[in-house]
């Protein structure tokens, strides 16, 4: 079975800094998808960034970008030039393409932006 | 458009009660689905139904019952709650086919079960 673990539980980061949230997964498949979600005190969750596995180029979205690597199975989040409004519980979450339509979720990290 | 609405945002119901959640999208999106979540964890997936079919039922207790009554639409009927179910209800979507791997959320439901 797949399982997605993010280590740190809680992060903080000085406004205008960069910050890495770590996430590794492990699975047995070869093709799928991988996501980060913003899921902010509103409690509305947003789709932040998602990699295809097989492409081997890395993810970006604006101030948002991943690592990405396959061999060792870890996908983490890098945020630069952090706002206010990026303080949020960030969800790591596996999909695979086969047909079964589950999201795998990691534990979430909580990160604090501090002014 | 990438948008999910949810009626409604927050719901105080007894344990005798009957009430239903509403979850819709108009992105054409074939797959919908319906989550559980708890204070800091991660959403727990409900339901899901492919093509108004439900094909997923993660051994909900009888007293969900969802629908779905075309595409657009997915409800969440609710019958004697008990005071753990409280939690925040999330609809969500997806696209079939090669691109069906994202799902997006919608603003969820706040159920309080007195």
């Known amino acids: 079975a797949q399982t997605v673990t993010q280590s740190q539980p809680e992060m903080s980061v000085q406004e205008a800094e960069t910050v890495t949230l770590s996430c590794t997964y492990d699975?047995?498949?070869?093709?799928?998808?991988l996501f980060w979600y913003k899921q902010p005190p509103s409690r509305q969750m947003i789709l932040v960034i998602r990699q295809e596995a097989y492409k081997q180029q890395n993810a970006t979205e604006n101030r948002f970008s991943v690592n990405f690597q396959k061999a060792a199975k870890s996908f983490s989040l890098k945020i630069s030039d952090s706002q206010l409004g990026d303080a949020a519980m960030y969800f790591c979450a596996y999909r695979s393409l086969n047909r079964d339509d589950k999201i795998i979720f990691g534990k979430g990290t909580r990160l604090h932006i501090l002014p | 458009d990438t948008e999910v609405t949810q009626t409604p945002k927050h719901l105080v119901m007894g344990m005798t009660n009957k009430k239903s959640l509403k979850c819709e999208q108009h992105?054409?999106?074939?797959?919908m689905y319906w989550y559980k979540q708890k204070a800091k964890k991660p959403p727990e997936l409900m339901f899901v139904?492919?093509?108004?079919?439900?094909?997923i039922n993660e051994s909900v207790p009888s007293r969900f019952s969802p629908e779905c009554p075309n595409s657009s639409l997915l409800n969440l009927h609710l019958h004697a709650l008990q005071p753990e179910d409280s939690a925040l209800y999330l609809c969500?979507?997806?696209?079939?086919?090669?691109?069906?791997?994202?799902?997006?959320f919608g603003p969820g439901t706040r159920l309080l079960v007195l």
């Open positions: 992105m054409g999106h074939r797959a």
């Open positions: 699975t047995s498949e070869s093709d799928y998808y």
């Open positions: 139904y492919s093509y108004e079919k439900l094909s």
């Open positions: 969500a979507s997806s696209q079939e086919g090669l691109a069906k791997g994202t799902q997006y």
